[in-house]
């Protein structure tokens, strides 16, 4: 498999031979993998890869695992804190603390990244404003929709001006003028030398964002390269059809046609 | 923050200095103690959580009802200085409740307040060192515990400093603190107990179960307490008489403010030891499997489990279905609302508190009837009319408070099925939700009070009983066309307003019992009753014929 970008220099994330596992499941198996500054890493794979696992041990949610995980040099097992403040995290699920405001919300988490409220609070009312929550700032995010909290999220991930950004399915829940707001964002951040680490079930955002997709299936990093150089090897197409060789155990268009032949089965049934 | 919560966070940071030797960044420190207090105030409480009917921007005070509840609670023990011969048998008694009560509270309260699966998503990626959070946690958990104990003991403090002297309150405030230190130990026992015979993901509804538990048993409690045994008894009553009880926590902390100083020792030795094996042992397990409660995907969802109980349970409800309902858009409705309502955490947690109030004064009823009046040569419930039709049209209690509820879901979006099915009109649906209903929360306790009826009184209670039910049919069909032509679990939880459903409420046990009433003047004869069971038939068949009618502009969606 092919590394693309600038190998000559140092990566910002290098994992070598990492392994855990719950019990008697191996969710990682012995994972190799090298980023470089400026890469917007595609991180794809079907449920129960391993995905979730990668991105909570780089963020260092999870310590004990075999192997060795170092974030710019800085070995993530012996000084988690260091490796955090580099690290911008925008979880799945909008997970954040509802009873608060936007403001607060981002208050806190300025403040655990011991940021200077005078550089903070301006910076984070502008990217409320741009993300069209201006009128909302004061309000208890109870009440907000997916979207609203997802766009609090990115703004939480990324108000610290970290250099590596991890964005758990980014996307979900906003409307298709903020998808396109957050495509434009996470190219513009990479060329400001910011790296990327994009974890998505959505191959379409994937293939178009990404400029090195890696695809992980059973703990296990089945291909790693651009777009362009998995078509090469897989033959063209779409990543949808890549990703489908690789990792279903099925052929899907049996599937479909399982599905359609219930109809006749009962004789058609169905009106 | 309100100004109590700013009282103790003040109090909770003066030693930062030892914080900051400990190695905790103290901004940091400051910081997050700050937010979860102000996350504290704004939800709701132990109490509050089974309401529905709150309104989610109101619940910004949520501290000071906990302060009330505790301050109530506080008030409530002392009950305890009314009960038995002397003071080692009062604070006996009064430690007891404390304990309880400490326990019971906290345990439901550390859930909601203290652990918030959300904060390994949130808090844990940030980079903000381990003893930082473990001192963050720890001082919110005492600060927690003094919004609870400070009002509990409050009553208590004033009632000894009048009665007694200062060095007993100093003596019964050191007791106080050992106890509150076992209390803890009992909680994080009693946690991690559940954590092992259970997965993570399905601790959060064992205490669910626990809360209203809970809350069943503080009733039953003060229900039963005071009937149990006659005053006089209980004031010539002392815990010396038995020996065992120098086995008994509450003994020893009593005894440390009564008797002599060694008892003290004891108690300290006791308490600092579960404190020992709570930080030594408890503590450190129990953060590791609570790490684990936040896991989304990748904790790896057990499929296996429940398939063999749930195909058998389907089996008897089609059974049940087939035989009350007809068509299959009521029987859709029956089925869905039977399921909803046995599965969804919320509608349980908001209704099975009220089955516990219904048992406990049935079993109380029962007891009285069966056992103490047989003694005094009373009557009671056995011989009146009043007694039985009093359990007949109580029986339907559950049944009101579950249509109250049914609507309500958190999931309420969800509802688009009834709405994108190609159903002409709603009726059917309703009138399947209101079977299923009374067949889950009416149809057991009928039985229950059938039985009663034929065992005190024999086959002549036959009319009555079947006037009695039908005439619940009847209330149930008219409630649900006067104010829930609501589809299940179509609505959000907290749009009804608090104070429209209490009258709500009240209007129902008014409409409820002037049902009874009329009843108990026909009671004594028969033919009437039977005329009346007929009627009443006719009406219940012309309201669920009604029911069935009911068009889609009439549904309730808001």
Same mark, same amino acid.
């Given at each position: 498999?092919?590394?693309?970008?600038?190998?000559?220099?140092?990566?910002?994330?290098?994992?070598?031979?990492?392994?855990?596992?719950?019990?008697?499941?191996?969710?990682?198996?012995?994972?190799?993998?090298?980023?470089?500054?400026?890469?917007?890493?595609?991180?794809?794979?079907?449920?129960?890869?391993?995905?979730?696992?990668?991105?909570?041990?780089?963020?260092?949610?999870?310590?004990?695992?075999?192997?060795?995980?170092?974030?710019?040099?800085?070995?993530?097992?012996?000084?988690?804190?260091?490796?955090?403040?580099?690290?911008?995290?925008?979880?799945?699920?909008?997970?954040?603390?509802?009873?608060?405001?936007?403001?607060?919300?981002?208050?806190?988490?300025?403040?655990?990244?011991?940021?200077?409220?005078?550089?903070?609070?301006?910076?984070?009312?502008?990217?409320?404003?741009?993300?069209?929550?201006?009128?909302?700032?004061?309000?208890?995010?109870?009440?907000?929709?997916?979207?609203?909290?997802?766009?609090?999220?990115?703004?939480?991930?990324?108000?610290?001006?970290?250099?590596?950004?991890?964005?758990?399915?980014?996307?979900?829940?906003?409307?298709?003028?903020?998808?396109?707001?957050?495509?434009?964002?996470?190219?513009?951040?990479?060329?400001?030398?910011?790296?990327?680490?994009?974890?998505?079930?959505?191959?379409?955002?994937?293939?178009?964002?990404?400029?090195?997709?890696?695809?992980?299936?059973?703990?296990?990093?089945?291909?790693?390269?651009?777009?362009?150089?998995?078509?090469?090897?897989?033959?063209?197409?779409?990543?949808?059809?890549?990703?489908?060789?690789?990792?279903?155990?099925?052929?899907?268009?049996?599937?479909?046609?399982?599905?359609?032949?219930?109809?006749?089965?009962?004789?058609?049934?169905?009106? | 923050?309100?100004?109590?919560?700013?009282?103790?966070?003040?109090?909770?940071?003066?030693?930062?200095?030892?914080?900051?030797?400990?190695?905790?960044?103290?901004?940091?420190?400051?910081?997050?103690?700050?937010?979860?207090?102000?996350?504290?105030?704004?939800?709701?409480?132990?109490?509050?959580?089974?309401?529905?009917?709150?309104?989610?921007?109101?619940?910004?005070?949520?501290?000071?009802?906990?302060?009330?509840?505790?301050?109530?609670?506080?008030?409530?023990?002392?009950?305890?200085?009314?009960?038995?011969?002397?003071?080692?048998?009062?604070?006996?008694?009064?430690?007891?409740?404390?304990?309880?009560?400490?326990?019971?509270?906290?345990?439901?309260?550390?859930?909601?307040?203290?652990?918030?699966?959300?904060?390994?998503?949130?808090?844990?990626?940030?980079?903000?060192?381990?003893?930082?959070?473990?001192?963050?946690?720890?001082?919110?958990?005492?600060?927690?515990?003094?919004?609870?104990?400070?009002? &509990?003991?409050?009553?208590?403090?004033?009632?000894?400093?009048?009665?007694?002297? @200062?060095?007993?309150?100093?003596?019964?405030?050191?007791?106080?603190?050992?106890?509150?230190?076992?209390?803890?130990?009992?909680?994080?026992?009693?946690?991690?107990?559940?954590?092992?015979?259970?997965?993570?993901?399905?601790?959060?509804?064992?205490?669910?179960?626990?809360?209203?538990?809970?809350?069943?048993?503080?009733?039953?409690?003060?229900?039963?307490?005071?009937?149990?045994?006659? &005053?006089?008894?209980?004031?010539?009553?002392?815990?010396?008489?038995?020996?065992?009880?120098?086995?008994?926590?509450?003994?020893?902390?009593? *005894? !440390?403010?009564?008797?002599?100083?060694?008892?003290? @020792?004891?108690?300290?030795?006791? !308490?600092?030891?579960?404190?020992?094996?709570?930080?030594?042992?408890?503590?450190?397990?129990?953060?590791?499997?609570? *790490?684990?409660?936040?896991?989304?995907?990748?904790?790896?969802?057990?499929?296996?489990?429940?398939?063999?109980?749930?195909?058998?349970?389907?089996?008897?409800?089609?059974?049940?279905?087939?035989?009350?309902?007809?068509?299959?858009?009521?029987?859709? %409705?029956?089925?869905?609302?039977?399921?909803?309502?046995?599965?969804?955490?919320?509608?349980?947690?908001?209704?099975?508190?009220?089955?516990?109030?219904?048992? $406990?004064? #049935? $079993?109380?009823?029962?007891?009285?009837?069966? +056992?103490?009046?047989?003694?005094?040569?009373?009557?009671?419930?056995?011989?009146?009319?009043?007694?039985?039709?009093?359990?007949?049209?109580?029986?339907? +209690?559950?049944?009101? =408070?579950?249509?109250?509820?049914?609507?309500? *879901?958190?999931?309420?979006?969800?509802?688009?099925?009834?709405? !994108?099915?190609?159903? =002409?009109?709603? %009726?059917?649906?309703?009138?399947?939700?209101?079977?299923?209903?009374?067949?889950?929360?009416?149809?057991?306790?009928?039985?229950?009070?059938?039985?009663?009826?034929?065992?005190?009184?024999?086959?002549?209670?036959?009319?009555?009983?079947?006037?009695?039910?039908?005439?619940?049919?009847?209330?149930?069909?008219?409630?649900?066309?006067?104010?829930?032509?609501? @589809?299940?679990? =179509?609505?959000?939880?907290?749009?009804?307003?608090?104070?429209?459903?209490?009258?709500?409420?009240?209007? &129902?046990?008014? #409409?409820?019992?002037?049902?009874?009433?009329?009843?108990?003047?026909?009671?004594?004869?028969?033919?009437? $009753?039977?005329?009346?069971?007929?009627?009443?038939?006719?009406? /219940?068949?012309? /309201?669920?014929?009604?029911?069935?009618?009911?068009?889609?502009?009439?549904?309730?969606?808001?």
């Amino acid at each position: 498999m092919t590394e693309t970008g600038n190998e000559s220099v140092n990566p910002v994330i290098r994992i070598s031979g990492l392994s855990k596992s719950y019990g008697a499941k191996q969710v990682l198996n012995n994972i190799d993998l090298a980023i470089y500054p400026g890469q917007v890493i595609g991180y794809i794979g079907p449920n129960g890869a391993g995905k979730s696992t990668t991105v909570k041990i780089l963020c260092g949610l999870i310590s004990d695992f075999e192997g060795e995980v170092l974030v710019n040099g800085v070995n993530i097992q012996q000084d988690p804190v260091a490796v955090k403040k580099m690290i911008g995290y925008v979880p799945e699920l909008a997970e954040l603390y509802e009873v608060l405001t936007p403001l607060e919300f981002l208050e806190l988490m300025a403040g655990l990244y011991q940021l200077d409220p005078a550089i903070s609070r301006p910076r984070m009312e502008k990217m409320l404003l741009a993300f069209g929550l201006g009128a909302n700032m004061q309000q208890r995010m109870d009440t907000f929709s997916k979207g609203m909290r997802q766009k609090v999220l990115l703004i939480a991930g990324i108000l610290h001006d970290p250099s590596i950004i991890i964005l758990d399915e980014p996307l979900s829940g906003l409307d298709a003028n903020s998808v396109i707001i957050v495509k434009e964002l996470i190219s513009r951040l990479a060329k400001e030398g910011k790296t990327i680490f994009y974890c998505s079930h959505m191959m379409d955002v994937v293939e178009k964002v990404s400029d090195r997709i890696v695809l992980i299936n059973q703990g296990s990093i089945l291909a790693d390269g651009s777009f362009e150089s998995l078509q090469e090897q897989m033959g063209a197409g779409s990543l949808e059809r890549i990703f489908s060789q690789l990792t279903a155990t099925d052929n899907l268009s049996d599937t479909a046609s399982e599905l359609i032949g219930a109809f006749r089965k009962e004789g058609g049934a169905h009106e | 923050m309100n100004k109590i919560s700013a009282l103790f966070f003040w109090l909770a940071m003066l030693p930062a200095k030892l914080y900051e030797q400990m190695g905790a960044n103290r901004s940091q420190l400051a910081l997050i103690l700050r937010y979860k207090l102000i996350m504290d105030d704004r939800r709701p409480n132990t109490f509050q959580q089974t309401q529905v009917n709150r309104k989610k921007e109101g619940v910004s005070r949520a501290t000071y009802g906990t302060m009330l509840i505790a301050l109530f609670m506080g008030l409530l023990n002392l009950i305890a200085f009314a009960m038995g011969a002397d003071d080692i048998t009062y604070f006996t008694i009064y430690f007891s409740f404390f304990l309880f009560l400490l326990s019971a509270t906290l345990i439901s309260d550390f859930t909601s307040v203290l652990i918030d699966p959300r904060d390994t998503q949130i808090l844990l990626p940030k980079p903000v060192n381990d003893r930082t959070f473990l001192l963050a946690r720890i001082l919110h958990i005492m600060v927690h515990l003094f919004r609870v104990i400070v009002p &509990m003991l409050l009553p208590a403090i004033v009632y000894l400093a009048i009665e007694y002297n @200062l060095a007993v309150v100093i003596r019964f405030l050191i007791s106080a603190a050992l106890a509150s230190l076992m209390a803890i130990f009992f909680i994080n026992a009693l946690y991690l107990l559940i954590i092992r015979v259970t997965t993570p993901e399905r601790f959060k509804s064992i205490i669910a179960w626990f809360q209203i538990g809970f809350m069943i048993l503080i009733y039953g409690a003060y229900q039963v307490m005071p009937r149990a045994t006659a &005053m006089e008894n209980l004031q010539q009553f002392t815990v010396s008489d038995y020996s065992y009880v120098r086995f008994l926590p509450p003994y020893w902390f009593a *005894a !440390s403010v009564v008797h002599a100083w060694w008892w003290l @020792l004891v108690s300290s030795i006791a !308490s600092l030891l579960s404190v020992w094996i709570v930080v030594r042992y408890l503590a450190p397990r129990f953060n590791q499997k609570l *790490a684990m409660l936040g896991g989304s995907s990748e904790s790896l969802v057990s499929q296996k489990k429940n398939t063999g109980s749930l195909a058998s349970e389907t089996g008897y409800v089609k059974r049940l279905a087939g035989i009350l309902t007809a068509g299959t858009v009521e029987r859709a %409705g029956f089925l869905f609302t039977w399921k909803w309502a046995l599965r969804n955490r919320g509608f349980r947690m908001r209704v099975y508190p009220a089955i516990g109030y219904i048992l $406990v004064w #049935f $079993v109380i009823s029962i007891y009285r009837n069966v +056992f103490q009046l047989g003694e005094s040569g009373e009557t009671g419930l056995k011989g009146s009319a009043a007694g039985l039709l009093g359990l007949i049209y109580l029986s339907c +209690f559950i049944f009101i =408070s579950a249509i109250q509820q049914i609507s309500q *879901a958190d999931e309420y979006k969800a509802s688009w099925i009834f709405y !994108s099915a190609p159903v =002409s009109a709603p %009726g059917p649906i309703l009138l399947g939700m209101l079977k299923a209903l009374l067949a889950q929360f009416f149809l057991p306790l009928a039985i229950v009070v059938s039985g009663l009826g034929f065992a005190w009184k024999g086959w002549v209670v036959v009319p009555n009983l079947l006037l009695g039910f039908s005439n619940i049919l009847l209330i149930s069909g008219l409630l649900l066309l006067i104010n829930y032509k609501k @589809l299940p679990a =179509s609505l959000p939880a907290n749009k009804a307003d608090g104070t429209g459903n209490f009258l709500r409420g009240l209007l &129902m046990l008014v #409409f409820n019992g002037a049902f009874g009433v009329a009843h108990y003047f026909v009671y004594g004869f028969p033919i009437v $009753v039977l005329i009346s069971v007929v009627l009443s038939g006719v009406a /219940v068949w012309l /309201v669920y014929q009604r029911i069935a009618r009911i068009s889609w502009p009439e549904v309730a969606t808001n």
